[in-house]
C-alpha cells in the first residue's frame, strides 16, 4: 500500500460547482498535510498546509483533515476555469523529512 | 524576486548521451531536492541535499548523478545509464515553515525528450 493515495481522475466539473479532492494515507506519523497545485507544464505551488484535524480555510479553499481515519481533502467552492490543474496532496513529518505525495488529481472546471 | 530557476526548459537528448539540468535557488534555502514527474506516477524523488558538499539517494537515484558545491546550486546529470529518461524533472528547495514543516518551493521544470 502507498503511503499517500490519490485518485487521478480525471475529474471535470462546471463553473461554479463546489469540488471535493480527497487522499488516504497510511503512514500514522505524519504529522502535517499539503496541498499543491499544478498547472499544465508548471512546476507545483503550495496551496495550503494544515498540522491538525479539523479545517482550514484560504478563500475559496479549505483544506480537511481527518487523522482518526487517515483521509484528507481539499474543497474547492464557486470553482473557476483557472482552477483546472493537477492538485497534489503530500504528508510530511519534522523539518528535515522527505514529503510523500500523492499521484495527484487532474481537475478541469468547464466555463 | 526570490525563487527556484530551472534550464533549460526543453532539452532532447540523443540516446547514449549524458545531460546536466541546471538548478539555482535564490530564497537562501538549505535543503534542495530533484524529482521525476511522469504521467499518472506522480513525483519521484530522485536526490535530495540537506547542506553544501552532502546528499542522499533518493527513491529512484539509479542512472541519475548530483552535485552540491554551493548552496545556490544543485545540477542534475542524467546519465547514458539511465534507461527510461524522458520526463519532466522537477528542481525544489525547502525553507523551515514556522511550524516546523517541510515547505516545498518548486521551480518551473525541465523537460527532457530522449530521441
Known amino acids: 500500500q502507498k503511503e499517500v493515495e490519490q485518485d487521478p481522475g480525471p475529474l471535470s466539473v462546471p463553473e461554479g460547482a463546489i469540488v471535493s479532492l480527497n487522499c488516504t494515507y497510511s503512514n500514522s506519523a505524519f504529522q502535517y498535510f499539503m496541498w499543491y497545485r499544478q498547472y499544465s507544464r508548471k512546476g507545483p505551488e503550495l496551496l495550503m498546509y494544515t498540522y491538525s484535524s479539523g479545517n482550514k480555510e484560504d478563500g475559496r479553499f479549505t483544506a480537511q483533515v481527518d487523522k482518526s481515519s487517515k483521509y484528507i481533502s481539499l474543497f474547492i467552492r464557486d470553482s473557476q476555469p483557472s482552477d483546472s490543474a493537477t492538485y497534489l496532496c503530500a504528508g510530511g513529518r519534522g523539518s528535515n523529512y522527505k514529503l510523500t505525495f500523492g499521484k495527484g488529481t487532474l481537475l478541469t472546471v468547464n466555463p | 524576486d526570490g525563487g527556484i530557476t530551472q534550464s533549460p526548459k526543453y532539452l532532447f537528448r540523443k540516446e547514449g548521451q549524458n545531460v546536466t539540468l541546471s538548478c539555482e535557488q535564490n530564497?537562501?534555502?538549505?535543503?534542495m531536492y530533484w524529482y521525476r514527474q511522469d504521467p499518472g506516477q506522480g513525483l519521484r524523488l530522485i536526490y535530495y541535499?540537506?547542506?553544501?558538499?552532502?546528499?542522499q539517494k533518493g527513491d529512484i537515484a539509479e542512472g541519475y548523478s548530483v552535485s552540491r558545491e554551493k548552496k545556490e546550486s544543485f545540477p542534475l546529470t542524467v546519465t547514458s545509464a539511465q534507461k527510461n529518461p524522458t520526463a519532466f524533472y522537477l528542481c525544489?528547495?525547502?525553507?523551515?515553515?514556522?511550524?516546523?514543516?517541510?515547505?516545498?518551493?518548486f521551480g518551473a521544470g525541465s523537460r527532457l525528450t530522449v530521441l
Open positions: 541535499s540537506q547542506i553544501v558538499n552532502d546528499f
Open positions: 525544489a528547495s525547502t525553507r523551515q515553515g514556522s511550524t516546523g514543516a517541510n515547505v516545498l518551493t
Open positions: 530564497l537562501n534555502h538549505d535543503a
